[in-house]
């Protein structure tokens, strides 16, 4: 391929490429944001799990370095596209529902795998600052924390897609489905709302799969724990499960309903979160 051919693509593509990842998170986000507000109004509006709140300025930040994210990925997509030009990547069209299940089970436990060892990563003392500490300006998630993400992260979270299509040819419905699980999971992880039911960690089916609870106990409670996205499996097996992850699920879950002598949520603060993650 050639830097003229290259920049054919950019222009005929670049554009599509960002309103797409920009429509997917804005889908998303407000998917979650709007279930959430709906929910609270409602008498199980005590499973708000922090009693602090998001103020407008944090989910300006938010949304605006989310916006910088997906201008990342859109300049990533462009070398994957002239990946598929040249057929260095390639696609493939459904290969029936049982064989799609099981490439989107495949990807799906790949990309929890990538995640869980880049986001421990990134949590080192060497890396942190030039990769992580911007997401973790939030100690209150909301939905659109989804892609608050400084440059480098970013990059990290996109590079698994050209990654994954280096070694695996994908049915292009099964990528599809990925990128809307990926971003609706991803904004249920920060909805700041346990949207679980009470009984998800005592299925044996369910509690593997992650939680809202799961996930907010990282950004309020410790960085040394719960480093999993889609599932809890890699921090149980490396011990870096928070300890009362399931302890602090089921006290957010068995909440007496608003109005019925409800006890408020225990309100995090910085000190509490700077003591956490010493101990951590």
Not at 111 to 129: C, E, I, S, V
Not at 163 to 179: E, I, K
């Amino acid at each position: 391929m050639t830097f003229d051919s290259f920049l054919t693509i950019v222009q005929e593509r670049a554009w599509f490429s960002f309103t797409y990842d920009l429509g997917r998170y804005l889908i998303g986000a407000s998917l979650i944001a709007a279930l959430v507000w709906a929910l609270k109004r409602t008498p199980i509006k005590a499973r708000t799990i922090q009693n602090r709140s998001a103020k407008a300025k944090d989910i300006a930040r938010e949304v605006l370095s989310s916006i910088r994210s997906v201008a990342v990925y859109a300049v990533v997509s462009m070398f994957v596209i002239a990946g598929f030009e040249v057929g260095y990547f390639k696609g493939m069209p459904s290969q029936g529902l049982l064989i799609d299940l099981a490439y989107l089970a495949a990807i799906l436990l790949a990309h929890d795998a990538y995640f869980y060892w880049t986001h421990r990563a990134m949590h080192h003392p060497k890396l942190f600052g030039h990769f992580h500490s911007h997401h973790h300006k939030t100690i209150t998630p909301t939905p659109w924390t989804a892609y608050s993400f400084d440059v480098g992260e970013a990059l990290v979270m996109v590079a698994f897609m050209p990654l994954w299509l280096s070694f695996v040819v994908t049915p292009n419905g099964v990528l599809f489905a990925f990128l809307a699980i990926m971003i609706l999971r991803n904004c249920m992880g920060h909805a700041g709302f346990e949207l679980h039911p009470r009984w998800w960690l005592a299925n044996p089916l369910t509690r593997w799969i992650s939680t809202t609870t799961h996930h907010d106990l990282h950004h309020c409670g410790s960085f040394g724990h719960n480093y999993g996205f889609y599932f809890t499996f890699w921090d149980k097996l490396m011990g870096t499960e928070h300890p009362r992850y399931a302890e602090r699920f089921t006290e957010v879950t068995s909440r007496p309903l608003e109005g019925w002598g409800a006890e408020p949520p225990t309100q995090p603060s910085r000190a509490s979160v700077a003591v956490s993650n010493q101990s951590a």
